[in-house]
């Protein structure tokens, strides 16, 4: 078992159970958002965590050409395949961006509780579609990927963000390792979850499904979180067009995520899809350069974690229901009395539905539309300039 699983069951289900308690607090946080940039101002402080697959490579080779990010470290964790592909995947990145100087830590192989169940399907039996890049001549840092983010956040307490593109195994690991982590976090714009069904099973996302006890202990800990996922990821398909604008750039960053690109597109049509694949990732990694190409509305969220055909849903609570008509004061007086209510009572169990949270206080901020124009403006300019 690897570093970053090494922690007991039970330290786990204290770690998440103390957690309910720290995320009465989501509520009052903001969320982060990159600072005013006027010339050479700071730039944002975030370590990414991800599983390369396709998507994973075109989000770390556009954090890796955006200015504006600096980013302390990668932490690959085993999801889309196993570690030791997207563990050599993202040092491939690294290398290819010109960015040797970013640590690359390697993560947990497996979830915390459960079997690894992976994508390769999607991504193809290398994690890149198949697309063959040499082996990478750089290392990983030797310090295990929990330990380094906890380590990271200490040293700059409020300023790093956590950018997640994978199963949220590292975070939560790190989150049983430093009990103070979720405090010195300025937030986590994450890739995962959907309010509008799964894409492996029809109730989860792949990311929450692989680990739905992680993420569960990532919104509840307290940490302000924007939540990218299906509802408008699914608006993001790669074209022969992008190929083509990808495939005519010079850099080196251009023509690999071309070749990716390329072979994405073959291995998705070779399963009898007509469009796809979609760039989940690099819209988590815009949510945060750009906020505005996207739409967010306040959820709390919480994960299914004993279903058996439901584990690893995702479920937000909205005192507004898609009513649009209340007015401010209506509003407040909805969520003032809104509860969060569990599933109807056994027979042999409480009298009434258990009642997960007294009143409502939302913890994420969800993606629910987005301008696909203005996001694949950004990302193709900055892969192939």
């Given amino acids: 078992m690897s570093p970053s699983n090494s922690f007991t069951r039970r330290q786990f289900v204290n770690t998440s159970t103390a957690a309910v308690f720290v995320s009465n607090l989501a509520g009052i946080l903001s969320f982060p958002q990159l600072p005013a940039r006027n010339g050479a101002?700071?730039?944002?402080?975030?370590?990414?965590?991800?599983d390369p697959g396709v998507d994973d490579a075109f989000a770390l080779l556009l954090a890796m050409r955006s200015p504006e990010l600096k980013i302390e470290a990668i932490t690959p964790v085993a999801g889309n395949v196993p570690l030791d592909l997207t563990l050599p995947n993202a040092l491939r990145m690294v290398e290819i961006a010109g960015r040797t100087d970013i640590p690359v830590a390697a993560g947990a192989k497996t979830p915390l509780t459960r079997r690894l169940v992976t994508a390769a399907y999607a991504h193809g039996e290398n994690g890149l579609g198949g697309?063959?890049?040499?082996e990478p001549k750089t290392k990983p840092v030797d310090e295990p990927a929990a330990e380094l983010i906890c380590r990271i956040a200490r040293k700059y307490p409020g300023e790093v963000t956590l950018?997640?593109?994978?199963?949220?195994?590292?975070?939560?690991?790190?989150?049983?390792?430093?009990?103070?982590?979720?405090?010195?976090?300025?937030?986590?714009?994450?890739?995962g979850g959907s309010l509008s069904g799964g894409n492996i099973t029809p109730a989860a996302e792949f990311n929450i499904y692989v680990d739905p006890e992680a993420g569960r202990m990532v919104f509840q800990s307290g940490i302000p979180i924007t939540m990218v996922g299906l509802d408008v990821t699914r608006k993001t398909t790669l074209t022969e067009e992008h190929f083509k604008q990808l495939s005519s750039g010079k850099s080196a960053v251009s023509q690999a995520a071309a070749k990716i690109a390329r072979n994405a597109i073959d291995h998705t049509r070779s399963l009898g899809f007509?469009?796809?694949?979609?760039?989940?990732?690099?819209?988590?990694?815009?949510?945060?350069?750009?906020p505005s190409i996207l739409t967010f509305e306040n959820y709390y969220v919480d994960v299914e974690v004993k279903g058996e055909l439901t584990a690893g849903q995702t479920l937000g609570y909205?005192?507004?229901?898609?009513?649009?008509?209340?007015?401010?004061?209506?509003?407040?007086?909805?969520?003032?009395?809104?509860?969060?209510?569990?599933?109807?009572?056994?027979?042999?169990?409480?009298?009434?539905?258990?009642?997960?949270?007294?009143?409502?206080?939302?913890?994420a901020r969800v993606a629910v539309n987005l301008d696909s124009s203005r996001f694949f403006d950004l990302l193709i300019a900055r892969l192939s300039s």
């Fill in 274 to 290: 007509l469009v796809g694949p979609n760039m989940h990732d690099s819209l988590a990694v815009t949510a945060f350069l750009d």
């Fill in 318 to 363: 909205s005192p507004t229901s898609g009513d649009l008509r209340r007015t401010p004061e209506k509003q407040k007086q909805a969520e003032s009395r809104m509860v969060v209510r569990g599933s109807a009572p056994t027979l042999a169990g409480t009298k009434d539905s258990p009642v997960i949270r007294d009143r409502w206080v939302p913890n």
């Fill in 41 to 50: 101002a700071a730039q944002s402080r975030v370590i990414i965590d991800t």
């Fill in 163 to 191: 950018i997640t593109i994978g199963p949220l195994t590292n975070i939560a690991a790190a989150l049983a390792v430093d009990s103070n982590l979720a405090g010195n976090i300025r937030g986590l714009v994450m890739m």
């Fill in 131 to 134: 697309a063959v890049f040499p």
